[in-house]
């Protein structure tokens, strides 16, 4: 099976590398990795090749890159995966487009689109009767000092994080969090000037820290059936500026509930292919809220991988090996993921029964941190983990105060 296909995979995170390991432990086969720049936790790597061009995520340079690899390779089968927003939107936008010996699990872009843009998304949400925050739509046209019909803190994002990016702007962050109104039409305008003219989303503030927060993985089926769901519990997320809302230790956990309802939502839809929901849980009201969907495995994924449901291994099932999973697949097991220093972790978890957990799991060797495979450890590269790993002392620190 190794023998008649290749993972390509765009990007150069932890997503990247997640599933580049997860492609290696399943076949033993190494991944090619295309990208903007080179960078992080794909540095280094003997399991994975890496080509990178600035404008990766362009429709002309992704063409030449993604079916001039296909070409030179084309007595095999080339598996397409996008590890961040904009490959994936490059990758929908140009199936058609696409040698006819790659295998790329998505959607079209006008399929995909409104589930992306926050705004259209919680209409979705409305509609099939899955929760989130009290939600107020700022618009290019929309006076700055519109009441949200909500009061502070607010939380302050993009409906669209792939345009976004495209217009930087000094304090650009990934997610605002403001404290009174006339920060939040400051952010709002500082957004808007950038250059940027799509919806901004203005939400309430749910109280709680990070142990409040889940993260949703799942795999539908070419027929739009959901195969598998995986739920994570987050523990800790990253604080620096543009790295909040990152998970950095994740419990699984097992809720049916909140299994069935967004596998209601999913196969309604008809969606196909990874997703990935964040959700928070709202202790005034005890309802899981929905902050978004992402239409591709997150950069969490290997906790689902761990948890003995690897994700590259759905993809290879499906359209090369003709396994068809019968039933959807509901993980139960519980395993730790962890991608800090275990000490940096056990300093800022706040919640004791979860850190108990976290010591039994460990103890029993029930954990990975994905970064390090035993099978990847040129001395440069565990020197470079090692320095990355140190580094979360002083930003956790800085971020979330001495402990």
């Known amino acids: 099976m190794k023998d008649s296909f290749i993972p390509v995979l765009m990007g150069n995170d932890i997503n990247v590398y997640s599933m580049a390991r997860a492609f290696h432990q399943e076949y033993e086969i190494k991944s090619m990795v295309f990208c903007k720049t080179v960078s992080g936790p794909c540095n280094n790597s003997t399991i994975l090749t890496l080509d990178a061009h600035p404008k990766m995520d362009t429709k002309d340079v992704f063409l030449e890159k993604i079916n001039g690899f296909a070409e030179k390779n084309k007595e095999k089968k080339i598996i397409?995966?996008?590890?961040?927003?904009?490959?994936?939107?490059?990758?929908?936008?140009?199936?058609?487009?696409?040698?006819?010996?790659?295998?790329?699990?998505?959607?079209?872009?006008?399929?995909?689109?409104?589930?992306?843009?926050?705004?259209?998304?919680?209409?979705?949400?409305?509609?099939?009767?899955?929760?989130?925050?009290?939600?107020?739509?700022?618009?290019?046209?929309?006076?700055?000092?519109?009441?949200?019909?909500?009061?502070?803190?607010?939380?302050?994002?993009?409906?669209?994080?792939?345009?976004?990016?495209?217009?930087?702007?000094?304090?650009?962050?990934?997610?605002?969090?403001?404290?009174?109104?006339?920060?939040?039409?400051?952010?709002?305008?500082?957004?808007?000037a950038s250059g940027y003219s799509k919806s901004i989303i203005v939400q309430e503030f749910i109280p709680g820290d990070d142990s409040n927060m889940r993260v949703l993985t799942s795999y539908s089926d070419r027929k739009g059936k959901v195969k598998l769901m995986a739920l994570g519990h987050v523990l800790l997320e990253e604080h620096t500026p543009k790295g909040i809302g990152n998970h950095a230790v994740i419990l699984n956990e097992y809720n049916r509930e909140l299994y069935d309802k967004y596998k209601n939502l999913l196969e309604k839809l008809d969606y196909r292919g990874f997703s990935n929901f964040d959700i928070k849980y709202d202790p005034r009201d005890g309802k899981?809220?929905?902050?978004?969907?992402?239409?591709?495995?997150?950069?969490?994924?290997?906790?689902?991988?761990?948890?003995?449901?690897?994700?590259?291994?759905?993809?290879?099932?499906?359209?090369?090996?003709?396994?068809?999973?019968?039933?959807?697949?509901?993980?139960?097991?519980?395993?730790?993921?962890?991608?800090?220093?275990?000490?940096?972790?056990?300093?800022?978890?706040?919640?004791?029964?979860?850190?108990?957990?976290?010591?039994?799991?460990?103890?029993?060797?029930?954990?990975?941190?994905?970064?390090?495979?035993?099978?990847?450890?040129?001395?440069?590269?565990?020197?470079?983990?090692?320095?990355?790993?140190?580094?979360?002392?002083?930003?956790?620190?800085?971020?979330?105060?001495?402990?």
Request: proline share 5%; hydrophobic share 35%.
């Open 288 to 403: 899981y809220k929905a902050f978004e969907i992402n239409p591709r495995q997150g950069r969490s994924n290997f906790y689902v991988t761990n948890s003995g449901y690897n994700l590259a291994k759905m993809v290879v099932d499906e359209f090369l090996s003709g396994k068809e999973i019968q039933d959807t697949v509901l993980v139960s097991n519980k395993k730790l993921w962890i991608v800090i220093p275990k000490q940096v972790a056990f300093t800022y978890i706040t919640d004791e029964e979860c850190k108990n957990e976290m010591k039994e799991l460990i103890s029993k060797g029930e954990y990975v941190n994905p970064l390090f495979y035993e099978k990847d450890r040129s001395l440069k590269r565990t020197l470079s983990l090692f320095k990355s790993q140190l580094s979360h002392y002083a930003k956790y620190k800085k971020y979330m105060g001495g402990k």
């Open 80 to 192: 397409l995966i996008g590890c961040g927003d904009s490959y994936v939107e490059v990758i929908s936008s140009n199936l058609k487009y696409l040698r006819e010996n790659i295998i790329a699990p998505y959607m079209s872009f006008d399929l995909i689109e409104p589930l992306t843009d926050k705004k259209t998304f919680y209409e979705m949400c409305e509609e099939n009767g899955i929760d989130y925050p009290s939600t107020f739509i700022y618009e290019k046209v929309t006076s700055p000092d519109a009441d949200p019909g909500f009061s502070a803190p607010y939380i302050i994002k993009p409906a669209d994080s792939v345009e976004y990016w495209r217009f930087p702007f000094e304090g650009q962050n990934k997610v605002f969090l403001v404290d009174t109104r006339e920060e939040l039409k400051k952010t709002v305008s500082d957004i808007f």
